[in-house]
């Protein structure tokens, strides 16, 4: 649920980050902190382990510019992809208008990814949302690997629905910036429906 603040003439968007340990969810925030400029950003903060696994979550907010007046500011969220952080994974998706999933594309994160992706269908129906229906981008990442599988045969197995779909190799900051305006654009139209 976008949160619209009229005294401040401030729309407040919550976009989740989803998918399994290791993909890349954090390494996309990060680039995106690191390539926007600090009028744009506020403080990135992330609760994570010795080794830089997500605990709890990272949060990102940046403004996207304005929509008849109203400043938008997009909050980035990312769930902690270990498996048993589920609580918190559900948490995180509280009140969220747009989701990325970060898939992994090495053959044998195949199976981390279907049950990531189950994951956040049975989270978001637990929350009321239906991943059919809420603005939605698969973002297939870690394209420069030797063991990437085809992104045909990816599309084929994750796809949900006719979503945009992006090839990414996020530590290098491809494909990024790609699926969070593709995700952004969904989340306004909505707005602009509602
Ligand atoms: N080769 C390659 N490595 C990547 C790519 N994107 C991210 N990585 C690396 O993958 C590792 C995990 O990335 P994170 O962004 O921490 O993954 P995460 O999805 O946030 O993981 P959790 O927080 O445990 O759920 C890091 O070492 C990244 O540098 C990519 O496109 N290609
Ligand atoms: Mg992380």
Redo the contacts with the bound molecule.
């Keep these: 649920m976008s949160f619209i603040n009229f005294a401040a003439r401030e729309i407040n968007c919550k976009i989740v980050y989803y ?10 925030l ?1 680039q995106i902190y690191d390539k926007t400029t600090d009028k744009q950003k506020g403080k990135m903060i992330s609760l ?1 382990t010795e080794t ?3 605990l709890f979550f ?1 949060f990102l907010p940046l403004d996207l510019g304005t929509v008849r007046g109203f400043k938008t500011r997009f909050h980035l969220y ?5 498996v048993f952080y589920d609580a918190s994974r559900k948490l995180i998706l509280r009140g969220v208008d747009g989701v990325v999933f ?1 898939a992994d594309s090495q053959a044998e994160r195949m199976d981390a990814n279907v049950e990531a992706l189950d994951n956040l269908q049975d989270n978001l129906k637990e929350h009321g949302y239906d991943l059919m229906k809420v603005p939605y981008v698969l973002q297939l ?5 030797p063991n990437a599988l085809p992104a045909d045969q990816l599309k084929r197995d994750l796809m949900k629905r006719n979503e945009a779909t992006f090839e ?5 900051g ?1 494909g990024v910036f790609e699926t969070l305006k593709e995700v952004a654009r969904q989340v306004l139209l909505e707005l602009k429906k509602g």
Excluded: S
């Design positions: 998918g399994p340990g290791l993909g890349g969810k954090t390494t996309n990060q994570a830089d696994r997500t990272d990312t769930v902690p992809g270990q970060v990442n870690k394209r420069d690997l990414a190799v996020a530590f290098q491809q």
